[in-house]
């Protein structure tokens, strides 16, 4: 039996019907799409989402690229098991979607991309917003989209819509291979109709596997976890995405490991856990960095080991070896580990049963009697109940974890309730209010640093903070996607002045959909952070402030004249002003409880102190002009080759 349909109204029947299953839980797949019509979608997959209201719901955006960023959010939230799916027109409407795309590839989250594309036909060459290539009548702009895609296709015929569609939900469904996926859609043939079978139009459930460990690479894993002196666990963003949070803390617990983590993996133990060490390399703790320092063995769980996570190759003793559990052998392999190539969740409770069980040095039920374990042989599923145990004070990181913690209560703490706040006082405020239930959003600027730095995670889910490809303007579409996925829940984004400039666009869909996220806007007059960066590797923060240019033609008069708490109510937000730290505690609190968009306006204190927490605990290389005549870049080069030669290569 076959049912005439559109093209684009048998992809929306297709997806509507599309399932994950995993570990017994069975999901929709792509739950809404995201669209923004023009030619080139709106009479075909427009037309579809009219025809079918009831399977498929719909969210207008305002900025193409926003609306992936607010997919990715969705998918994140959702523990890439759910996806959201995005439609534009052809042209710009459809280039606009490649930075979002590129972070959801960096970031290995699956959303769907739907752009429009020329005619396949070609009736008239070219039309409207069509990009013509000479030597290559085929290529349209949305071939951009290719090497920021797992997976593309482009759809010239009717029929070969079948393979295409489910090729991309096997990638979208894929833990190890997902991503953007891309689907370019020729205009006439979306509209084109075909019969298509019912078995394509029939419900369909995907199952995310969770491969187990070879034999062979766990033994080897043992062996060397066993012998290790100075074992530290570095957690990813795998540890979340496989919800094996609670693997995790048994092993770390029953082994006494200690547990750092990546930006993404922030939060995968409770900052109270007594093996929890804070966020490693670049942006971490002293107490995690000085572990990595001295270890011997780094255990890394669902990471990619990005330059800030190593500190671009400098953190790690050179003679330390790696163990790299993860779900891809790309990454598995990396600075030359041992591999284990597994799913997290499965890889971790084999690790600790097979340690268990391990005869040799360091194995059986008993604690390995290594150089800096913690002494605990009784694991606890309840985190509270672990950290009270007085086994864990003895802990040999414990004294520097708790200075670190009194370093942050410093940097939380105003000399005044009168006073104007630092950036990292408008967090110190945040942490006394939220729950685990808040989820805090962030992806550039200082405040990632400050964030891994000192933020005390207090749910698995909590720590949003996208710093993969660190996209200035992900935060605000992002908060949507979340919002959707956690209805309920208090979800704050987190945006410096330039960031929010980038893609303040979706605080008008927040208005529609009536979703009260909640937006603090930090104003320090400037791009801060990378006017920091600027001055220590000798740029001397050229370009990095908001000023108006002066008669020398330097931008050097008196700041901007702009009101951005202004621009965010003109847009339909909720606004407050808060201007000390005493108003800025009943804003949060205000906005906290607010059932619609509110945004917390906050001019923090001199562009010159902009975080005020402790410094970075370790290097990050930015390469610094060779030969310069200025003071500041010669000076900024010497420093660099100091660094530089702590540069090694694991092998």
């Not at 012998?227 to 540890?239: D, K, Q, S, T, Y």
């Not at 509270?384 to 004070?393: E, L, P, R």
């Not at 889910?461 to 935060?475: A, L």
């Amino acid at each position: 039996m076959s049912v005439r349909l559109t093209v684009a109204q048998a992809l929306v029947r297709f997806l509507a019907a599309q399932h994950t299953e995993r570990d017994g839980v069975r999901r929709r797949l792509i739950t809404a799409t995201w669209g923004i019509f023009g030619h080139g979608n709106v009479a075909g997959i427009g037309q579809a989402l009219v025809e079918y209201p009831e399977l498929m719901p719909y969210h207008q955006g305002r900025n193409e690229q926003a609306m992936v960023h607010a997919a990715v959010g969705y998918a994140r939230q959702s523990r890439r098991l759910q996806a959201h799916a995005v439609t534009t027109s052809i042209g710009p409407g459809a280039t606009n979607l490649v930075t979002g795309a590129a972070l959801a590839t960096v970031n290995r989250l699956p959303v769907l991309l739907l752009p429009g594309d020329t005619f396949a036909t070609r009736p008239a060459d070219p039309v409207l917003q069509q990009l013509e290539v000479p030597y290559a009548g085929e290529v349209s702009v949305n071939d951009c989209l290719r090497p920021v895609a797992k997976y593309f296709d482009r759809i010239t015929r009717p029929e070969a819509l079948i393979p295409a569609a489910l090729a991309a939900v096997r990638v979208l469904t894929d833990p190890a291979e997902t991503g953007a996926v891309t689907l370019a859609l020729p205009q006439d043939v979306q509209a084109e109709a075909y019969d298509w079978p019912e078995e394509f139009l029939a419900e369909r459930t995907w199952t995310v596997r969770r491969p187990r460990p070879d034999r062979d690479e766990l033994d080897a894993a043992v062996r060397a976890v066993a012998g290790a002196e100075r074992p530290l666990i570095v957690a990813g963003g795998g540890v979340k995405y496989s919800g094996a949070e609670d693997a995790l803390r048994t092993l770390a617990e029953r082994a006494g490991l200690p547990v750092a983590t990546t930006q993404a993996g922030k939060g995968v133990l409770p900052y109270a856990h007594p093996c929890e060490v804070g966020g490693i390399g670049h942006t971490g703790t002293a107490t995690a960095n000085e572990l990595a320092r001295a270890s011997d063995l780094i255990i890394g769980v669902g990471t990619r080991h990005t330059d800030f996570t190593t500190a671009s190759g400098t953190l790690f003793h050179p003679d330390a070896r790696f163990l790299n559990l993860n779900i891809t052998g790309f990454d598995a392999h990396k600075l030359a580990a041992l591999p284990l190539v597994a799913d997290a969740r499965e890889g971790l409770a084999a690790l600790t049963e097979a340690l268990a069980g391990h005869t040799g040095p360091g194995g059986g039920p008993d604690r390995n009697p290594a150089a800096w374990r913690a002494a605990s042989t009784d694991p606890s599923t309840d985190p509270s109940k672990a950290a009270s145990k007085d086994v864990w004070t003895d802990a040999p990181w414990a004294e520097s974890k708790r200075a670190w913690q009194a370093r942050t209560d410093t940097a939380y703490t105003p000399d005044s309730e009168d006073a104007r706040p630092t950036q990292a006082q408008v967090l110190g405020a945040l942490d006394t209010l939220v729950t685990g239930d808040d989820i805090l959003i962030n992806a550039a600027g200082s405040l990632p640093g400050d964030l891994h730095k000192l933020w005390r995670a207090r749910s698995a889910d909590q720590y949003h903070v996208e710093y993969g490809y660190s996209c200035m303007g992900y935060e605000i579409p992002a908060a949507l996607g979340v919002a959707l996925a956690a209805p309920g829940r208090p979800v704050w984004a987190l945006v410096g002045d330039g960031t929010y400039l980038m893609n303040p666009t979706e605080i008008v869909t927040a208005v529609q959909e009536g979703l009260p996220i909640k937006v603090v806007v930090l104003q320090n007059h400037g791009y801060a952070s990378i006017g920091g960066l600027s001055e220590a590797v000798g740029a001397e923060r050229f370009g990095t402030d908001y000023r108006l240019r002066a008669p020398d033609g330097g931008f050097t008069g008196p700041p901007l004249p702009i009101d951005l708490a202004a621009n965010a109510a003109s847009l339909g937000m909720r606004v407050l002003r808060p201007h000390t730290m005493r108003d800025l505690r009943e804003a949060l609190a205000d906005a906290r409880e607010a059932a619609v968009p509110t945004c917390v306006y906050v001019e923090t204190e001199t562009a010159d102190s902009v975080s005020g927490p402790p410094s970075a605990q370790a290097w990050w290389d930015v390469p610094v002009a060779e030969t310069s005549t200025r003071p500041s870049a010669v000076k900024a080069r010497e420093e660099y080759d100091r660094h530089v030669t702590a540069r090694r290569r694991h092998l």
